[in-house]
């Protein structure tokens, strides 16, 4: 399952859902929660803004929900990423996996993720004191 | 027959996000498929002829380019009813 949205999330509620989405065939959940730092490159961070490509976000986070999918033998996974303005400490993105076995979970969970980062049309724009900047990839 | 309906209708997307967007001005445009243009590479010349912010703007060698919303390579190929965008390196997660 992929989500793609303003609003905030509730990783622990999120789970749940995994779990039920389970229907009682794993034995292991692996999840990861992406915070907004509230310091980046030496700077403090008052606010974060997410901007995506629509449409091509949603078939790139699919994408990689799938290929971990054909990979590992999960029961079940979710993806979510925010977008929209934010402020630091708040929640950015969810990555989910379950599988019968934690190490099928860990792996995925880390692939999925990291494919992300890598991967999906996001851009971060923070405000520090100075005023707004793009982020650099590999700084975030 | 009507030759009304005959005009060259060969229109392509065009999207620019992040920074690339706000060095450019504009987030999205349609225009016509220009004439002898056939590719990304032809494509990306014929906007850089547009003034000195496009030129300097797309000739950054680290912008990535999707075609219809999948990571395309430099020199594809493009055809009418292409949705093209041009972006910077992805920083999300």
């Known amino acids: 399952m992929i989500r793609v949205q303003t609003e905030d999330f509730d990783p622990g509620a999120e789970l749940e859902q995994l779990q039920q989405l389970n229907k009682g065939q794993a034995g292991a959940m692996v999840s990861f929660t992406g915070l907004v730092r509230d310091l980046n490159a030496g700077d403090t961070i008052t606010q974060m803004t997410l901007e995506h490509y629509p449409g091509m976000t949603e078939k790139a986070l699919a994408k990689i929900e799938l290929e971990a999918n054909d990979r590992w033998e999960l029961t079940a996974s979710i993806i979510i990423h925010r977008v929209g303005p934010l402020n630091p400490n708040d929640n950015i993105v969810f990555v989910a996996a379950a599988s019968r076995h934690r190490q099928q979970a860990f792996r995925a969970c880390e692939f999925m993720i990291d494919t992300l980062k890598t991967n999906a049309p996001f851009w971060k724009k923070e405000t520090v004191a100075d005023g707004t900047r793009w982020v650099e990839p590999g700084t975030s | ?93």
């Open chain 2, 1 to 93: 027959m009507n030759t009304g309906l005959l005009f060259k209708y060969s229109m392509i997307q065009l999207r620019y996000f992040a920074s690339l967007r706000e060095s450019l001005g504009i987030g999205d445009e349609q225009i016509e498929l220009p004439d002898g243009i056939h590719d990304l590479p032809g494509l990306s010349r014929w906007l850089q002829a547009r003034g000195d912010t496009w030129a300097s703007a797309l000739a950054d060698n680290r912008l990535h380019v999707a075609i219809n919303q999948e990571i395309a390579k430099a020199d594809a190929s493009i055809t009418d009813g292409d949705e093209i965008a041009w972006f910077p390196p992805v920083t999300g997660g």
